[in-house]
């Protein structure tokens, strides 16, 4: 399943599927991203991190891509799991070293 | 210990009314932040702290009172909240501004 963030905040997968996450970030010169995870009630979690001399990032069933020409990120999840369920932010390091917020997606596993 | 902490969980207020919420960590960082959260929204940064020092307040209501009394230690002082002041509070610290930041609970706030 794939989410393109701004105009499909929620996203539905099977379990076992992997899982694709979009997000549009604004400033061209922010040059570091973070992925965070928010589960029900909880405070945002490190999900993987890049920089913008990367374009790709692997982590234990995560990747995160970077195309810096056209602004976008993506987080994919492989064989996803219920424990998924949660919003999915992502977060650009820009002016001044402020993060700022994306929308956010709702992932939704289904068993 | 790799956490950040907040204190209250929850906190119930009046309009006039004066609290504080508490954000504690002990990882070193000396970078610590606030952010206000409405349902369903990312959050939103309200101030940021970098060596125990304000180094950027992102045009809020002085209403909201921020204190970093140690570099460990991040309140945040509350009077005379509005009913849409009511929101998720977190709390968050990195090792220096710009780094990863690790993220409290949060404070759940109601203003009636």
Known sequence: ?111 | DTEVTQTPKHLVMGMTNKKSLKCEQHMGHRAMYWYKQKAKKPPELMFVYSYEKLSINESVPSRFSPECPNSSLLNLHLHALQPEDSALYLCASSQNRGGEQFFGPGTRLTVL
């Open chain 1, 1 to 111: 399943g794939e989410s393109v963030g701004l105009h499909l905040p929620t996203l539905s997968v099977q379990e076992g599927d992997n899982s694709i996450i979009n997000c549009a970030y604004s400033n061209s010169a922010s040059d570091y991203f973070i992925w965070y995870k928010q589960e029900s009630g909880k405070g945002p979690q490190f999900i993987i991190d890049i920089r913008s001399n990367m374009d790709k990032r692997q982590g234990q069933r995560v990747t995160v891509l970077l195309n810096k020409t056209v602004k976008h990120l993506s987080l994919q999840i492989a064989a996803t799991q219920p424990g998924d369920s949660a919003v999915y932010f992502c977060a650009e390091n820009t002016i001044g070293n402020q993060f700022y917020f994306g929308t956010g997606t709702s992932l939704t596993v289904i068993p």
